[in-house]
C-alpha cells in the first residue's frame, strides 16, 4: 500500500502511511483507505487522518511506506519550506517558476 506526504505551512512535513487516496471535504483534506476491490472513494471507504486544506502547501504520493521500526516521529521541520509564508506566495513563486500568463 502507498502513502502521502503532507507538507504544512508552518514547515513541518507529515507522512501518512497505508492509505489509498485524499480528498477535499469542506475546509479539511481527507486521506482514505478504499480497500483493495474499490476504486474509488465511496461511503466504504474508511478516513485515516485530516489536515486543514488552508495549511497544506504540497502533497507528493510516496509508493514505499517507511518500516515503523524506523518511524520515531512522523513530524520533521523542513526549514526550505518556511519561504513559502501564505499560499499567494507558494502560486507566485509556481507561477513564476513555469511563466504562466
Given at each position: 500500500?502507498?502513502?502521502?506526504?503532507?507538507?504544512l505551512?508552518?514547515?513541518?512535513?507529515?507522512?501518512?502511511?497505508?492509505?489509498?487516496?485524499?480528498?477535499?471535504?469542506?475546509?479539511?483534506t481527507?486521506?482514505?483507505?478504499?480497500?483493495?476491490?474499490?476504486?474509488?472513494?465511496?461511503?466504504?471507504?474508511?478516513?485515516?487522518?485530516?489536515?486543514?486544506?488552508?495549511?497544506?502547501?504540497?502533497?507528493?504520493?510516496?509508493?514505499?511506506?517507511?518500516?515503523?521500526?524506523?518511524?520515531?516521529?512522523?513530524?520533521?521541520?523542513?526549514?526550505?519550506?518556511?519561504?513559502?509564508?501564505?499560499?499567494?506566495?507558494?502560486?507566485?513563486?509556481?507561477?513564476?517558476?513555469?511563466?504562466?500568463?
Open positions: 500500500m502507498q502513502g502521502f506526504e503532507v507538507m505551512k508552518s514547515g513541518k512535513s507529515v507522512r501518512v502511511d497505508d492509505v489509498d487516496a485524499y480528498q477535499p471535504e469542506g475546509p479539511m481527507t486521506f482514505f483507505t478504499v480497500g483493495s476491490s474499490r476504486q474509488v472513494i465511496d461511503s466504504w471507504a474508511t478516513r485515516v487522518a485530516s489536515y486543514r486544506t488552508a495549511d497544506i502547501v504540497a502533497i507528493q504520493r510516496c509508493s514505499q511506506p517507511v518500516p515503523r521500526s524506523l518511524v520515531a516521529i512522523d513530524v520533521v521541520e523542513l526549514p526550505e519550506l518556511a519561504r513559502y509564508d501564505t499560499e499567494r506566495d507558494h502560486n507566485e513563486r509556481y507561477n513564476e517558476h513555469y511563466a504562466l500568463a
